[in-house]
């Protein structure tokens, strides 16, 4: 029975790699993330702003402000504030030295300009893959959709053309045409398609006026809204497909294996549960295929996908009219 899957051209042992977050921060908990049976891990975020940032701190701390407006000494940021890219490619190096498996980065940016200069950074300081996180806004007015679409379509192009190494794209639900965005990414190079962002929650403090914002786990009431989307992509594209957000059981990487991912990235699962829940994983996969007489997932993989059905938009309305009446 095998468990091995292939993801932005790379041959992995099982599905189970770790999504970005601060789990990659550690030296120890990658190395017990590698032995639990981590296939991949991706690294937290960099953003373009921590980029800047420390491009701007450089600046200020260096410069003589003598001649300037006296206020000038306001705008210099802390020196500690600067979290910035050098620190990262440090971090990457340390994380590949210690691991055998693929180490993908992450990057969330603004511009196709940044995106693609730092990828080749990332790329030569040693990353197997760069993962783009690509959103927008939805309280900015001033852009349209296909402004909007236009712009992260140039940045897969531009980063593409910047580096040698895979790259994925990690998108949001967000779109009005998803399927037919994803499609254009696709065309445009992308290697990877990951679903979805999670964002922050939002709520009213209705008497000292303060939007309060959290950021609970996931759990598996959120796999649906991703099992849609792979589902909606499967066999229409050729990008990998891989799930992010609400895959906590064995049952759910099946599914997601279903509806046509090549991997799901955990995080929330393994803050919970720690690195050795990927073991459990695991063995509940081998479990259930070995009961139900499934000798790989690579022949799984799919076989819920909407590209076996005829008619994909009607057989959601006619499922949809079910469902109200």
């Known amino acids: ?54 491009q701007m701190s450089a600046f200020f ?26 620190e990262y490619l440090e971090h990457l190096r340390k994380v590949k030295a210690a691991v055998r498996v693929p180490v993908i980065a992450a990057l969330d940016g603004m511009s ?26 939805q ?17 897969v192009r531009a ?8 790259v994925s794209a990690k998108l949001s639900p967000l779109f009005t045409a998803f399927a037919h965005f994803a499609k254009q ?8 398609l990951v679903l979805f962002t999670r964002f922050h929650r939002a709520d009213l403090d209705v008497v000292e006026l303060e939007v309060l914002r959290s950021f609970p786990p996931s759990d598996s009431s959120e796999l649906s809204l991703r099992l849609r989307g792979v589902a909606c992509l499967s066999g229409r594209v050729k990008a990998s497909l891989a799930v992010a957000g609400g895959v906590h059981t064995g049952l759910d990487v099946l599914k997601a294996t279903m509806t046509g991912a090549h991997v799901v990235e955990l995080v929330s699962a393994l803050v919970k549960n720690g690195p050795e829940h990927l073991l459990t994983l695991r063995r509940d996969l081998e479990a259930w295929m070995k009961e139900n ?29 079910e469902m109200v009446r």
């Open 185 to 192: 990414l696709d065309a445009a190079g992308a290697d990877g």
């Open 159 to 166: 980063v593409k053309a910047a580096v040698r190494v895979p």
């Open 139 to 155: 309280s900015d007015a001033s852009r349209s959709a296909a402004e909007v679409e236009s712009r992260m379509i140039d940045t």
């Open 293 to 321: 007489e499934w000798p790989s997932l690579d022949e799984m993989r799919g076989n819920m996908g909407f590209d076996r059905v005829p008619d994909p938009g009607t057989y959601e309305r006619a499922r949809f009219r």
């Open 61 to 86: 701390h260096s410069e003589n402000h003598a001649e300037s407006f006296a206020e000038a000494t306001s705008y210099t940021p802390e020196p500690e504030e600067a979290l910035g890219p050098d």
């Open 1 to 54: 029975m095998s468990l091995g899957t292939t993801y932005l051209g790379l041959r992995l042992q099982n599905p189970l790699i770790v999504g970005s977050s601060h789990l990659t921060d550690e030296m120890d908990t990658v190395r017990r993330l590698e032995d639990a049976g981590a296939s991949a891990l991706v690294l937290r975020t960099l953003y373009e702003e921590e980029i800047t940032g420390e």
């Open 112 to 137: 196709a300009e940044t995106f693609a200069y730092f990828a080749r950074l990332l790329q030569d300081a040693g990353a197997d893959a760069v993962e783009l996180h690509l959103h927008h806004p």
